[in-house]
T-cell receptor
């Protein structure tokens, strides 16, 4: 079945430390891939997206993600997190032509001071 | 540019009551989506409109949920009657095409 999996439900990192959030997809063809962030009581904000081309994608707020076809992964990274990065992060996939966005279950990020 | 607007932001109702949510998409966006986000889960698409026509409502519980998009702009999502398991955040999103969706702040529904 087509799906997006985020293996980590909750991650805690110290402020200033590096971050990597995992995302794996299961589709017959390479989907378009997205990372969204959701702060408490807010809607989803797009961090970055991958359609094709360079597999390392730069986004807003200092985030980047790397697409690895061999591993069916699209992991999100940030070299140094800030307390304001505490939020819920969602990976999503869009099948070309279907216009249907499928989300992972999310990873909650907590930042220790 | 103004974002996607939703109201109300919060709603508490008793089970078996009715409730309606309103969404105003970004001006010019032809595609509008309603998602249901249950606590601890990712958003799940309920219905997608292209202008005022339905593109996908395969996951909409049609015995109790309905949605309309009059004149291809604003949209309303209704639940009648509500069940306890309908407690969730209802997100509206709009898109100018197919490749990026812009989300509103959501309506948090609590069914008691």
């Amino acid at each position: 079945a087509q799906s997006v999996t985020q293996p980590d439900i909750h991650i805690t990192v110290s402020e200033g430390a590096s971050l990597e959030l995992r995302c794996n997809y299961s589709y017959g063809a390479t989907p378009y891939l997205f990372w969204y962030v959701q702060s408490p009581g807010q809607g989803l904000q797009l961090l970055l997206k991958y359609f094709s081309g360079d597999t390392l994608v730069q986004g807003i707020k200092g985030f980047e993600a790397e697409f690895k076809r061999s591993q069916s992964s699209f992991n999100l990274r940030k070299p140094s997190v800030h307390w304001s990065d505490a939020a819920e992060y969602f990976c999503a996939a869009l099948i070309q032509g279907a216009q249907k966005l499928v989300f992972g279950q999310g990873t909650r990020l907590t930042i220790n001071p | 540019e103004a974002g996607v607007a939703q109201s109300p932001r919060y709603k508490i109702i008793e089970k078996r009551q009715s409730v309606a949510f309103w969404c105003n998409p970004i001006s010019g966006h032809a595609t509008l989506y309603w998602y249901q986000q249950i606590l601890g889960q990712g958003p799940k698409l309920l219905i997608q409109f292209q202008n005022n026509g339905v593109v996908d409502d395969s996951q909409l519980p049609k015995d109790r949920f309905s949605a309309e998009r009059l004149k291809g702009v604003d949209s309303t999502l209704k639940i009648q009657p509500a069940k306890l398991e309908d407690s969730a955040v209802y997100l509206c999103a709009s898109s100018p095409g197919w490749n990026e969706q812009f989300f509103g702040p959501g309506t948090r529904l609590t069914v008691l």
